[in-house]
């Protein structure tokens, strides 16, 4: 009976639990069958998808590091109005260690041919042009301009350039073989005219790219402004220097590589301010040179002694010379002895 009721399509309940009766045919999902015409993937194939066959495939290169560009750090220049640079040389000596200026344009520098440049500016750190106003009846040497450049620039003094006038021409290698014209002038306020007209001479004599600080006087503005229109100079300095006015300039027929212009307090007791300025413009450097060691057990330190004796007489004895300069004159002499 119970195989009966097991294969029947009737419907009851069980006595025991009170469920229906099901076809046993509901849950019995082995008999169902279905059909794929795709075979498993393989495991082993799907780890080792093996070479690309497309022509366009990325091949792996081997990197080459390019050459890098050196980076040029801008050109830091200072134009001091020193009013005597004699008695500010602890100040002279703070300013070139903190600022570490590449150019430094001085007028009113009051400094004679008695005088070495090198009191100021270290002898290993900058190459020093000077432009100097011969003494008045009282022997005082007043005005007077300078240019010093970092000794890691390549520079020349140009004294073709040089007028009858208190300016100082130098040049430097900049990119493309190219140089660049640089000029220190001062107009002393006593000048009626010819001074403005040496520098205009002066400038008439140029063609590239320059930097002329300097000071002009109301008197002779009209005067001034011509001669910055005819050689398509441009003022960049736009901020007053000594109370309300701009009196320390700087000229360019170059003003884009102006990067940053500021004002320094003035130095020491002067009523200038120092103005500070950084262009963006690559300059060709010196080299270091190599390391030299000098054998000093090798020296004949006899003759070196003798010749200092000679040279301490005739300098230092003989000749009113400032302490600076006499000390130049052993070292350069030694220098070739050497």
């Known amino acids: ?26 849950f019995n999902m082995s008999s169902i069958e279905t059909s794929n015409r795709f075979s498993s993937l393989s495991e082993h194939s799907c780890m080792s998808p093996g070479e690309p066959k497309a ?12 050459r890098k560009t050196p980076k040029h750090t801008p050109l830091r220049v200072l134009n001091i109005n020193f009013q005597s640079i004699k008695n500010k040389k602890p100040e002279l000596e703070e300013i070139l260690d903190s600022v570490k200026p590449n150019m430094i344009f001085g007028t009113e520098t009051w400094l004679d041919k008695e005088t ?13 042009y000077r ?7 009282k022997n005082q040497s007043h005005g007077s301009v300078l240019i010093a450049i970092s000794k890691d620039i390549i520079s020349d003094e140009i004294s073709e350039l040089q007028t009858n006038c208190e300016n100082v021409w130098a040049e430097v290698n900049i990119a ?9 002038y001062y107009r002393p306020p ?29 008197k002779q503005h009209q005067t001034f402004i011509d001669i910055i229109n005819d050689h398509s100079l441009e003022q960049i300095v736009d901020k007053p220097t000594r109370g309300e006015r701009i009196l320390d300039l700087i000229l360019s027929n170059a ?10 307090p003035p130095i020491g007791n002067a009523d200038h301010d120092i103005v500070f300025t950084e262009c963006t413009i690559s300059l060709k450097r010196n080299k270091k040179p190599a390391g030299q060691i000098c054998q000093f057990k090798k020296a004949n330190w006899e003759n070196i002694k003798s010749d200092i004796q000679v040279v301490f007489q005739r300098s230092f004895l003989t000749q009113r010379k400032s302490c600076g ?5 052993i070292v350069n002499r030694e220098d070739r002895e050497l």
Do not use: A
């Open 1 to 26: 009976m119970y195989s009966c009721m097991d294969s029947s399509n009737i419907s009851w309940d069980c006595i025991q639990c009170g469920m229906p009766n099901f076809s046993s045919s509901l």
């Open 55 to 66: 022509t366009s495939s990325p091949k792996k290169q081997s990197y080459k590091p390019g």
């Open 116 to 128: 070495s440049s090198y009191d100021y500016f270290p002898i290993s750190d900058y190459n020093v």
């Open 131 to 137: 432009r100097d106003r011969p003494p008045n009846e």
């Open 176 to 184: 493309n073989s190219r140089k660049l014209i640089l000029g220190c």
């Open 190 to 218: 006593s000048d009626t005219g010819s001074s403005l007209e040496e520098l205009n001479t002066s400038l008439s004599h140029w063609q590239i790219p320059s930097v002329i600080p300097g000071k002009p006087d109301n």
């Open 255 to 264: 003003p884009n590589i102006k990067n940053k212009l500021e004002l320094m």
């Open 325 to 329: 300069l006499k000390i130049d004159i």
